[in-house]
T-cell receptor, first 114, second 114 residues
Framework: AQSVAQPEDQVNVAEGNPLTVKCTYS??????LFWYVQYPNRGLQFLLK??????LVKGSYGFEAEFNKSQTSFHLKKPSALVSDSALYFC????????????FGSGTKLNVKP | DSGVTQTPKHLITATGQRVTLRCSPR?????VYWYQQSLDQGLQFLIQ???????AKGNILERFSAQQFPDLHSELNLSSLELGDSALYFC?????????????FGPGTRLTVL
């Protein structure tokens, strides 16, 4: 079965510091991994995805994610956090057996303090 | 703005009632996905349609049903509502021209069952 786990319910970081939001996955076959962000009272917005190729994927708003096959991880990173980055972040995996299904992690709330 | 629209934004109803949520996908997208987001269960995939046909089912209750119409808009019908059905319901669309495409989410419909 396909699944993703986000081990941290909440991450706190000071503005200007680097941030990491963790995600681990479990899939059969090649992983197709995604990160989404949700601001209060809004729908999810796509940030970036890993399909194949370079392990470091760059996305919107200065975010990037590092794919690590041996550790089955796909952590979201940003070199310098902004207060406006405070939101709920979701990792997702597309089912390799049925591309029509997505599985989302439980979400990590990122708090960036001034 | 993702280009996906959902109506209504808010819905308040009583237990035992039936409601219909509506979604219009982005222009050109043939796939529509429905998700339920509740506080205790995170984001749960319900069902997916592609060009009018059901393609994948997730954790959708028998009291819930959906369809996609020839103009590609979709409706999610929830019947015999229970208190536990109170949640945010999201629709997402995707072009699905390849298996790697991300989804674009609508702003959601907040359902409150009293």
């Amino acid at each position: 079965a396909q699944s993703v786990a986000q081990p941290e319910d909440q991450v706190n970081v000071a503005e200007g510091n680097p941030l990491t939001v963790k995600c681990t996955y479990s899939v059969s076959g090649n992983p197709y991994l995604f990160w989404y962000v949700q601001y209060p009272n809004r729908g999810l917005q796509f940030l970036l995805k890993y399909i194949t190729g370079d392990n470091l994927v760059k996305g919107s708003y200065g975010f990037e994610a590092e794919f690590n096959k041996s550790q089955t991880s796909f952590h979201l990173k940003k070199p310098s956090a902004l207060v406006s980055d405070s939101a709920l972040y979701f990792c997702a995996v597309r089912d390799a057996g049925n591309f029509n299904k997505f599985y989302f992690g439980s979400g990590t709330k990122l708090n960036v303090k001034p | 703005d993702s280009g996906v629209t959902q109506t209504p934004k808010h819905l308040i109803t009583a237990t035992g009632q039936r409601v219909t949520l509506r979604c219009s996908p982005r222009s050109g997208d043939l796939s529509v996905y429905w998700y339920q987001q509740s506080l205790d269960q995170g984001l749960q995939f319900l069902i997916q349609y592609y060009n009018g046909e059901e393609r994948a089912k997730g954790n959708i209750l028998e009291r819930f049903s959906a369809q996609q119409f020839p103009d590609l808009h979709s409706e999610l019908n929830l019947s015999s509502l229970e208190l536990g059905d109170s949640a945010l319901y999201f629709c997402a669309s995707s072009s699905d021209r390849g298996s790697y495409n991300e989804q674009f989410f609508g702003p959601g419909t907040r359902l409150t069952v009293l």
